[in-house]
Structure formats: C-alpha cells, structure tokens
C-alpha cells in the first residue's frame, strides 16, 4: 500500500500494484481568452488540518471542521479562539481518520442542531447531532448519537454529510477499506459501506428512514441506502439551485472519477465499483457495464495526480460569470479544474491556474451566500476575481 503525507488525510489511497493503462489524458484548456480570471484571498490560517467548510443559512460565519475534533468559527474575518464544538476526547485520528463532516439543520437556528461526522475512538463512523447552546457562536456539548456503522479498517471512512434539498441529510460512507475493495463492500447491498445513505432527522429519534428510499421494505437491503458502488466519497455537494448531486469517488491506482445525479432521481444508483474504476474495467480487460453509471468526467494518475476533492456549483452572486460551474481538484497535483452540467453531459471543461494549491487540497466548501472556498494545508481561502 502507499500511504500519502500525513497531511493527505482521508484522501490517501490504497493503490494497487497494477500498472495503468489509460495513459495521460491531456489536461482541460485554461480560461478563454477574455474570461475571468480568479484569484485565491486568505481568509484564514493556523488551522490544526481543516477538512470541511459550510455555514448556517442566512448566516455571515463560517464554520471549519478540523479533523482532530473542533470545529472553529470565523466571524468578521476573524477565527475565533474558542471552537464551536469540541468532540477531540471522542475523536480517533489521524490519517484517513477523524471529524470528517459538518452540517447544520436546514431550519437552523430555530432547530438548533448541528450535525457531525467522525471516527468513534473504537474506529466506527459515527454521525451525532449537537444543539446550539445560548451562546450562539458555542454548541452545547451534549451529544446524541444517530448512527454508527463498524469500519474493519482505517481507510476509505468517506465521513462528508450534507443535507438535500428534500430537507433530508446524505451521508458518504467508502468500501471499508483496503487494496481492491477485500470485503466487496462496493457491490454488496447488505450492508452500509460503498454507499450513500439517506436518513429522515426530523421523523423520529435518532431518525426516520424516507419512505421514498428505494430499498425501504427490502428483506436484505438497509433502507438507509440511496445509492451505492462506490469507493471513497471524497466530497459530495447539492447544486443548490437544481438540486443535482455531484459525487468525487476517490479511485485506487488508475482513475479518479466525478458522477452526477440529477435531481429528481429515485435512487438506488450503482457507481460501479469496484466493477470499474473510473470509466474502465477494473483489474479486467473486460467487464459488464450493464445497470451502471458511469462518471461524466474522469481523470488518470498522470502528472502526480492522485486523488480527487470534490467541491460545490458556484452559485455565489460576486462572480456571475461562474453561475453553474462545478469546481474539482486533485489532492497530490493541487489543480483546480471546473466544468458545467448540461444535457446529461460535462461541458465546458477549464483548468484555473490561478486556484493551484502545490499540493494539499484536501476540500472545498461555501458559505452561505453561495461563494466558494478551498481548504489546503492549515488555510482557508476563498475564490474571488482576480485583477
């Protein structure tokens, strides 16, 4: 196995000892001459490794999750001392491991609760909920467990969540880990792992499942799946205007793959792994592609690429140029890349230079208002035009 840095975090790889056959896909073009151009503005550093952004609706604060177990607060362009939430003393991390995911309540502040994603100390992907305390920039720490599933190794935790806009809260879970998906976790519907869950906060303590999920009254299958094939969710965002749902499957030694699913699916897609990597056959010359989705963009391993971050549509109102373009990157080679969904297809697709990172682009995320962020190393930047 090859590990990457330490600070690669969750989205190290276990990459096999096959050698890849796609070659070197020639990269997306640079921005049209006449375009925008884009520029990265700090906006905060010093974080103990960032890994996921989001903030409240109607709420000028950003919220950082760092994967030792705070979540840290910027308020006027300021990171605020005291964390948010504080769940270090629960958390097991490091490497692919740790506070993965936050999400508040669509309704929030009148809920109050604030959703987490991380590593229990005993190694499970537990998702809990907190509730805001009087203090509104501190959660009261009382936890309430929602759901844990057992992870047989340390990798492949997936760990993003998200509400949809059905009002429901999606949860990224991998294959489980290891080389070549070892449980077959991936094609395997009986249990939660290599798939999407999707659970109802607001029906019933924990949770309620949605009665439209496709397996509910299945004999075998979890009714908490809504999609499954897939190896490491590494990260899935809602167009929040279309409501489509863009998923970065982190590949293995070959391929890293962007899938979409428009809104309006009925669920119980299969991605395809570990059938396939990407758009080709896994360790097979040949295989059924019968029943799956394919990615509507994927990319090889050439020029130190590794491992893709997924990221958000850009629906922010500073850069209108950018309405409906989805932002990506790749850990290792640090580019960020874009392209536009239309017609069931990939369009547009665009390299920005200018958003390189070197290296360490762990994630994206976005505020409120719909702009754009980018986590790499101990800083958060946000997307804005450039001069």
């Not at 924990?206 to 499954?228: C, D, K, L, R």
């Not at 874009?338 to 200018?354: D, I, K, L, P, V």
């Amino acid at each position: 196995m090859r590990a990457l840095v330490p600070a690669a975090l969750i989205l190290a790889q276990a990459c096999s000892s096959s050698t890849p056959t796609g070659g070197n896909s020639p990269p997306p073009p640079p921005p049209p001459s006449g375009s925008v151009s884009l520029a990265l503005h700090t906006v905060a550093s010093g974080l103990d490794r960032p890994l996921d952004l989001t903030a409240p609706p109607n709420d000028g604060r950003l919220f950082v999750a760092e994967q030792t177990g705070a979540v840290r607060v910027i308020a006027g362009g300021v990171l605020l001392p005291t964390p948010f939430l504080d769940v270090r003393d629960s958390v097991s991390c490091c490497g692919e491991r740790g506070l993965l995911g936050l999400a508040f309540h669509p309704a929030y502040p009148a809920d109050g609760r604030v959703f987490v994603s991380y590593t229990s100390r005993s190694g499970a992907s537990r998702i809990a909920s907190f509730h805001v305390s009087s203090d509104s920039n501190v959660a009261d720490p009382t936890e309430t467990v929602m759901l844990e599933v057992p992870q047989f190794a340390s990798n492949h935790n997936g760990g993003q969540i998200g509400f949809g806009p059905d009002g429901y809260l999606y949860i990224g879970l991998g294959d489980g880990g290891g080389s070549g998906d070892p449980a077959q976790t991936g094609q395997d519907r009986t249990d939660l792992l290599g798939s999407m869950l999707r659970i109802d906060v607001d029906g019933a303590a924990p949770y309620a499942v949605p009665a439209t999920n496709p397996y509910v009254g299945h004999q075998s299958f979890p009714a908490e799946i809504w999609n499954y094939g897939l190896r490491n969710p590494w990260r899935f965002s809602f167009d929040r205007q279309t409501g489509d749902l863009y998923i970065a499957d982190v590949g293995q030694g070959q391929r890293e793959e962007v899938n979409v699913q428009p809104s309006g699916s009925a669920g119980g897609g299969n991605y395809g792994w570990n059938t396939m990597e990407g758009s080709i056959c896994f360790q097979s010359s040949s295989c059924s592609r019968a029943g799956l989705i394919l990615p509507v963009v994927d990319y090889d391993h050439g020029n130190g690429a590794c491992s893709v971050t997924g990221g958000y549509v850009y629906r922010g109102s500073t850069i209108p140029e950018l309405a409906g373009t989805y932002f990506y990157g790749d850990y290792c080679a640090g580019w960020v890349r874009s392209f536009r969904y239309a017609n069931g297809q990939a369009m547009e697709h665009t390299t920005w230079a200018s958003l390189e990172t070197g290296g360490g682009l762990a994630s994206f995320g976005q505020d409120a208002a719909g702009e754009l962020y980018i986590i790499s190393g101990s800083t958060v930047a946000r997307i804005v035009r450039g001069s």
